[in-house]
T-cell receptor, first 116, second 112 residues
Framework: SAVISQKPSRDICQRGTSLTIQCQVDSQVTMMFWYRQQPGQSLTLIATANQGSEATYESGFVIDKFPISRPNLTFSTLTVSNMSPEDSSIYLC?????????????FGPGTRLLVL | EDKVVQSPLSLVVHEGDTVTLNCSYEVTNFRSLLWYKQEKKAPTFLFMLTSSGIEKKSGRLSSILDKKELFSILNITATQTGDSAVYLCAVPPSGTASKLTFGTGTRLQVTL
C-alpha cells in the first residue's frame, strides 16, 4: 500500500484565519480524497482532488471554504478558510488503490485541528 | 439515498471475550464493503468483501458478507486491549467506484 504523510499533524488556530494541510504520497495515484471527521462523528467526504482540474466537492462543501490543489499525482493540499470553531475536526486525506477486483482507500495519518 | 448503519454504537468487553460487530447497508449498485480500524486519527484498512459467504480472515479478526440480507459482520476472537478502537465499515455509494460512504462506527473498549 502507498505511504501517505500529512502536515501538520495538529494545529490550534484562531477563528477567521486559514490553514493549509498538505498530503504527500510516495507513489503516483490517480484518486485522492479529503475527508473531515468532526468530534464523535464518522468520516464525511469533502471532495475528490483531481489532478489538473478543479476538485469535485460533495454536497455541503464549497470551494471558497475548502480550496483544494492537486498539482501532480503525488501531492495535494486542502485549505480550511476563514475558520470558525465548527471547523474543529480531524482532516484526512486518502488515496484510492486496487484491491483484488475492487477498490479500497488508504488513509494518511490525519491532521487534528482546533479552532478557538 | 445510500445508507450504512453500524451496531452497536459502543461496546465494552473483557479481554479474552469474542465480539461481533454489525454493518448493514443500502446501496443501489453494490460493489464492495470495507472494514477499517481507527485507533487515533487514521483509519487502517482491514478487509474488503465483495462476495457473499466467503470469510475473510486475518489473525483473530474475520469478516463475512451477506448480500441477500445486506449486511456484514466483523468478528474479533480472544480480544486484547490493543483491539480497543472505533471500527468503521464503508461502501462505495451508487454510481461511483471510488468514493466511500462510512457508517457511524462501533467504539470497542476492551478492559483487563
Amino acid at each position: 500500500s502507498a505511504v501517505i504523510s500529512q502536515k501538520p499533524s495538529r494545529d490550534i488556530c484562531q477563528r477567521g484565519t486559514s490553514l493549509t494541510i498538505q498530503c504527500q504520497v510516495d507513489s503516483q495515484v490517480t484518486m485522492m480524497f479529503w475527508y473531515r471527521q468532526q468530534p464523535g462523528q464518522s468520516l464525511t467526504l469533502i471532495a475528490t482532488a483531481n489532478q489538473g482540474s478543479e476538485a469535485t466537492y460533495e454536497s455541503g462543501f464549497v470551494i471558497d471554504k475548502f480550496p483544494i490543489s492537486r498539482p501532480n499525482l503525488t501531492f495535494s493540499t486542502l485549505t480550511v478558510s476563514n475558520m470558525s470553531p465548527e471547523d474543529s475536526s480531524i482532516y484526512l486525506c486518502s488515496v484510492g488503490a486496487r484491491q483484488g477486483t475492487g477498490e479500497t482507500q488508504y488513509f494518511g495519518p490525519g491532521t487534528r485541528l482546533l479552532v478557538l | 439515498e445510500d445508507k450504512v448503519v453500524q451496531s452497536p454504537l459502543s461496546l465494552v468487553v473483557h479481554e479474552g471475550d469474542t465480539v461481533t460487530l454489525n454493518c448493514s447497508y443500502e446501496v443501489t449498485n453494490f460493489r464492495s464493503l470495507l472494514w477499517y480500524k481507527q485507533e487515533k486519527k487514521a483509519p487502517t484498512f482491514l478487509f474488503m468483501l465483495t462476495s457473499s459467504g466467503i470469510e475473510k480472515k486475518s489473525g483473530r479478526l474475520s469478516s463475512i458478507l451477506d448480500k441477500k440480507e445486506l449486511f456484514s459482520i466483523l468478528n474479533i476472537t480472544a480480544t486484547q486491549t490493543g483491539d480497543s478502537a472505533v471500527y468503521l465499515c464503508a461502501v462505495p455509494p451508487s454510481g461511483t467506484a471510488s468514493k466511500l460512504t462510512f457508517g457511524t462506527g462501533t467504539r470497542l473498549q476492551v478492559t483487563l
